[in-house]
């Protein structure tokens, strides 16, 4: 069982920087980290959960609302992503989780999350 583990957040001020963490464990033989899509999910109180940021063998992905302030990237080799957060705003506090995904032919994907790791952006 694949298991995620963010790490990274807490309380920045508005203009401020963090960067998120998130370490994957527990591929079995024949399954890789590499052979995943890892994305950034944030959840913001009382709505639903939203893609912020993806990366794959395809390439890279933003949502509109963080695109040019947030950079995802990924180290095969230490099994973790990153997602480096500059310019951070209110509107960013959110619980922010870590998704890895990978299709199976014929089969159900593998599909992980992490506990998520709370980004409050407040003066």
């Known amino acids: 069982q694949v298991q995620l583990v963010e790490s990274g957040g807490g309380l920045v001020q508005p203009g401020g920087s963090l960067r998120l963490s998130c370490l994957a464990s527990?591929?079995?033989?024949?399954?890789?980290?590499?052979?995943?899509?890892m994305r950034w999910y944030r959840q913001m109180p009382g709505k639903e959960r939203e893609l912020v940021a993806k990366i794959s063998g395809i390439g890279i992905n933003y949502a509109d609302a963080v695109n040019g302030r947030f950079i995802i990237s990924r180290d095969n080799d230490k099994s973790t992503v990153l997602l480096q957060m500059n310019n951070l705003k209110p509107e960013d506090t959110a619980v922010y989780y870590c998704?890895?995904?990978?299709?199976?032919?014929?089969?159900?994907?593998?599909?992980?999350w992490g506990q998520g790791t709370q980004v409050t952006v407040s003066s």
């Open positions: 527990g591929f079995i033989f024949g399954d890789s980290f590499g052979d995943y899509a």
């Open positions: 998704n890895a995904y990978r299709a199976r032919p014929f089969n159900a994907p593998y599909d992980y």
